[in-house]
């Protein structure tokens, strides 16, 4: 079965820093990868996705992530973040199989923006 | 609708009563998931439909738990003799035809507090 852990559970930058939220990933096959932002009071947002071919992959609001197998590593990066950026992130892996269709979910990361 | 659509979005009950959570999901979306969100946990899966196949219930926690989804649309997630420890975010989601790694669009949530 798969399995994702985000080591950092919250993590402070200032805004106009850069950004990385790690995520590691446990499946035996190439996996579906997925970021998905939480904002305040809102339901969860898809950033972006990775199913194969190139592994740097380009998202909304600014996102990018990169799949690294050797690692075993779907982190997400930005550039330089803004206030609006202050949110829960979720990575999550999907098996590429038929019958798997469920979405098994990191434990989440809480970005505080700091002005 | 517009969106994924979930009700009450809060929810306040005694130990040992019985609740009912709705989820109305994107019209023609075949696919509907459950997830449970603990204070400070991730996302956990619960049950996921398929149009007219079996649904998966391997993520509920326990028999006190159960879903519907009638008609192929709107799902209530019904929780028996509710436990404090049943508080958490309830989260549905909806995709279009439930292949394997395909967005989610969630709902916002019902918050469920057990006294």
């Known amino acids: 079965a798969q399995s994702v852990t985000q080591p950092d559970i919250h993590i402070t930058v200032s805004e106009g820093a850069s950004l990385e939220l790690r995520c590691n990933y446990s499946?035996?096959?190439?996996?579906?990868l997925f970021w998905y932002v939480q904002s305040p009071g809102q339901g969860l947002q898809l950033l972006l996705k990775?199913?194969?071919?190139?592994?740097l992959v380009q998202g909304i609001k600014g996102f990018e992530a990169e799949f690294k197998r050797s690692q075993s590593s779907f982190n997400l990066r930005k550039p330089s973040v803004h206030w609006s950026d202050a949110a829960e992130y979720f990575c999550?892996?999907?098996?590429?199989?038929?019958?798997?269709?469920?979405?098994?979910f990191g434990q989440g990361t809480r970005l505080t923006i700091n002005p | 609708g517009a969106g994924v659509s979930q009700s009450p979005s809060n929810k306040v009950t005694e130990k040992g009563k019985d609740v009912e959570l709705r989820c109305d999901p994107i019209?023609?979306?075949?696919?509907l998931y459950w997830y449970r969100q603990s204070l400070g946990q991730g996302l956990e899966f619960l049950i996921y439909?398929?149009?007219?196949?079996?649904?998966?219930k391997s993520g509920l926690p326990s028999d006190r738990f159960s879903a519907e989804r009638t008609g192929g649309s709107v799902s209530t997630l019904t929780i028996q003799r509710t436990q404090q420890e049943d508080s958490a975010v309830y989260l549905c989601?909806?995709?279009?035809?439930?292949?394997?790694?395909?967005?989610?669009?969630f709902g916002s949530g019902t918050q469920l507090s057990v006294l």
């Open positions: 989601a909806s995709s279009l035809s439930g292949i394997t790694g395909e967005k989610l669009f």
């Open positions: 499946y035996g096959a190439t996996p579906y």
């Open positions: 990775y199913f194969s071919g190139d592994t």
């Open positions: 999550a892996v999907g098996a590429n199989r038929q019958g798997a269709q469920k979405l098994v």
């Open positions: 019209s023609g979306h075949t696919a």
């Open positions: 439909f398929q149009g007219n196949s079996a649904p998966d």
